[in-house]
DNA sequence: TTGTACGCGTTATCAC
DNA sequence: GTGATAACGCGTACAA
């Protein structure tokens, strides 16, 4: 058994060097003769050698690691975004450690100790129970991600012109009327933006249109049945007229389009539809459902570069105190399938 | 700013005790009197006192970390895994280090190497890109799920059972002809139960059926061709017969369910269909798709009470090395919806 | 109940 | 190019 850890002092022995020159082979390779490398090299392979990174933490602060609290993975939206965070590991080398808050407030403010006890650099915010202004007092660089960002940094979707494009798109589809389907939730939440995004579109061109805002439910079934409600309501308010739906999520848009097409066997041409998120559902669904697809990747990209910016700046002897707060926007994309033909 | 992080040094100097008091205060309060108890605490929020568990691991050697290697999240089933793994956070109090490794496993040997380096306790591995064989030579505590499992302790959901449930199932709606599609894979992989069961459910009951293993494709599209092709082959071969259709996935389910559904306006008397996973895509089909459901909470959850209990042994005095390896199979449940009606 | 002294494995600061 | 030595922040015999 390799039980005993071999340390830098086991290969200073074994080498006759100093522990110090075996930092130094690490950190500052070319400070040593080349002989002098080869020889260190084969000693860790003889000894067996294992590098101990906390003890490098602790003796230098730079743990690598960066925090990540997240509401859940079940929706498509933020599996895909750790996903792509995770994935910038090769690109930025920072490791994360993460953690599921499910919207307790408490709970997560456990997590962002247990995070700060553990000496992360930086910290990667999804979940929406504590406000920006509280997050801000942390002290430490933080980026969040589609959320209330007022005290601190962050990228998000351009969901204001997610929504341009979305409502354009029905709007071209001779459509007598628009509507806009969505929950009920704060105006500082970015996802807003799809809100006045919708409206602003209408009123500038015209066009007739309904906001229908309520909560939609959660399981399948809830949703289901909220749906089947919503058709109801608008197959009475506007009969044999050509609605055009934008529904906030392609789940809600999966779920009116099975209504519909279990009805008629085909999308009426009295509907058109279209979703957001480009989750794999509108990809997958009975029509394929057109989008406004979120660059999730390029989300978690920005997310990491701005952090790691930040994170840098503090590493430097004399460290800008950061001013202005950092709010970036990744435009969507428009993703046209059969829904809106 | 309150950049010079307090130590136990300084609150020892505050309160006029030792650190080792300060320190027992933390992991032994009782051994303090509560005077002493209110004074230290107190003294804790003046300073301002911030833990730090690194200093504490390189200390006592328990990182409290556990690593997990996963090929990807944007399949539901990986992201639902690590959903619950994470989850466990509030039972055991163990801390993830998460990697995930697109199959690579030169890649994944770079990030063992490196879990290693943050001296994690143990690892739960669901990628496959590395053979038990060696993740074994690794010495660590490790528990593998739903992969090649040999050499190492793993859980794994029943596939054979959850293959005989849904063959029994579509045996019992009067099919002519019992088909299971799935992709081809090696037979050391849990789910090579499912065709075991299958077939053997076939044979035991006299029951005509097929194997179709061929690659089924990635992307939506390649999937809805390839499963067109099927749809026309059955269609051939077993024209007018009932044809109880087993598929591997549900996402396989609901491509040839689409398919049928867009040609008749609802499923065919000529198919029954089941799935596997209870993904979302079966529930949110246009018609709810009846599937086997992996219990992936009661996986994740064994995973782990396996792991820490290896754990747990390994720091005790005199740890017994562990002889056999443990295969916990965790039985699925059968879901009947509306595809096998 | 409390304190002393040393160890954990690495890096940083001086020297030479 | 290389080496002592002192940090880093906490745990733990052992002693008192």
Redesign the interface.
Same mark, same amino acid.
């Given at each position: +058994?390799?039980k005993k850890k071999v340390t830098f002092n086991d290969i200073a022995k074994y080498t006759n060097f100093s522990k110090t020159t075996i930092s130094r082979y690490f950190n500052n390779p070319d400070s040593l003769t080349v002989e002098n490398q080869d020889i260190i090299a084969q000693a860790l392979i003889d000894l067996g050698y =294992?590098? &101990?990174?906390?003890?490098k933490?602790?003796a230098n602060g730079k @743990?690598e690691f960066i925090g990540i609290i997240i509401p &859940? *993975? !079940?929706l498509?939206y933020y599996? #895909?975004m750790? &996903?792509q965070i *995770? @994935?910038t !590991?090769k690109t930025f080398g920072y490791?994360? /450690?993460?953690? +599921?808050s499910r919207g307790n407030a408490e709970t997560e403010r456990e997590y962002i =100790? #247990?995070l700060?006890? !553990?000496?992360i650099e930086g910290m990667i915010i999804l979940s929406h129970a504590i406000p920006s202004s509280e997050l801000a007092s942390y002290?430490l660089p933080i980026v969040s991600i589609e959320r209330e960002d007022q005290y601190i940094n962050s990228v998000n979707t351009d969901n204001y012109m997610g929504a341009v494009q979305a409502t354009s798109l029905l709007s071209k589809s001779d459509c007598d009327v628009l509507v806009h389907v969505n929950s009920v939730f704060s105006k500082d939440i970015p996802a807003y933006g799809r809100i006045q995004g919708f409206e602003d579109t209408c009123k500038e061109n015209n066009i007739r249109h309904e906001l229908i805002l309520r909560d939609l439910g959660h399981s399948?079934q809830e949703i289901h049945n909220i749906m089947a409600e919503i058709y109801e309501y608008l197959n009475r308010k506007y009969p044999s007229q050509r609605k055009g739906l934008f529904m906030s999520t392609d789940?809600y848009a999966? @779920?009116i389009l &099975?209504i519909i097409?279990?009805e008629y066997? @085909?999308l009426s041409d009295e509907y058109r539809i279209i979703g957001f998120d480009d989750s794999?559902?509108a990809? =997958?669904?009975? /029509?394929p459902i057109s989008t406004v697809g979120q660059q999730i990747d390029k989300i978690a990209y920005e997310a990491m570069e701005l952090l790691v910016m930040l994170m840098d700046e503090r590493k430097k002897r004399r460290p800008k105190p950061q001013i202005e707060r950092i709010h970036k926007k990744i435009t969507p994309i428009l993703i046209r399938r059969e829904t809106t033909e």
């Amino acid at each position: +058994m390799d039980k005993k850890k071999v340390t830098f002092n086991d290969i200073a022995k074994y080498t006759n060097f100093s522990k110090t020159t075996i930092s130094r082979y690490f950190n500052n390779p070319d400070s040593l003769t080349v002989e002098n490398q080869d020889i260190i090299a084969q000693a860790l392979i003889d000894l067996g050698y =294992q590098k &101990n990174k906390l003890a490098k933490v602790l003796a230098n602060g730079k @743990s690598e690691f960066i925090g990540i609290i997240i509401p &859940n *993975l !079940y929706l498509h939206y933020y599996a #895909e975004m750790l &996903n792509q965070i *995770l @994935s910038t !590991y090769k690109t930025f080398g920072y490791k994360f /450690l993460v953690f +599921m808050s499910r919207g307790n407030a408490e709970t997560e403010r456990e997590y962002i =100790q #247990e995070l700060l006890a !553990y000496k992360i650099e930086g910290m990667i915010i999804l979940s929406h129970a504590i406000p920006s202004s509280e997050l801000a007092s942390y002290n430490l660089p933080i980026v969040s991600i589609e959320r209330e960002d007022q005290y601190i940094n962050s990228v998000n979707t351009d969901n204001y012109m997610g929504a341009v494009q979305a409502t354009s798109l029905l709007s071209k589809s001779d459509c007598d009327v628009l509507v806009h389907v969505n929950s009920v939730f704060s105006k500082d939440i970015p996802a807003y933006g799809r809100i006045q995004g919708f409206e602003d579109t209408c009123k500038e061109n015209n066009i007739r249109h309904e906001l229908i805002l309520r909560d939609l439910g959660h399981s399948p079934q809830e949703i289901h049945n909220i749906m089947a409600e919503i058709y109801e309501y608008l197959n009475r308010k506007y009969p044999s007229q050509r609605k055009g739906l934008f529904m906030s999520t392609d789940t809600y848009a999966n @779920s009116i389009l &099975n209504i519909i097409f279990r009805e008629y066997g @085909s999308l009426s041409d009295e509907y058109r539809i279209i979703g957001f998120d480009d989750s794999p559902i509108a990809a =997958q669904a009975i /029509l394929p459902i057109s989008t406004v697809g979120q660059q999730i990747d390029k989300i978690a990209y920005e997310a990491m570069e701005l952090l790691v910016m930040l994170m840098d700046e503090r590493k430097k002897r004399r460290p800008k105190p950061q001013i202005e707060r950092i709010h970036k926007k990744i435009t969507p994309i428009l993703i046209r399938r059969e829904t809106t033909e």
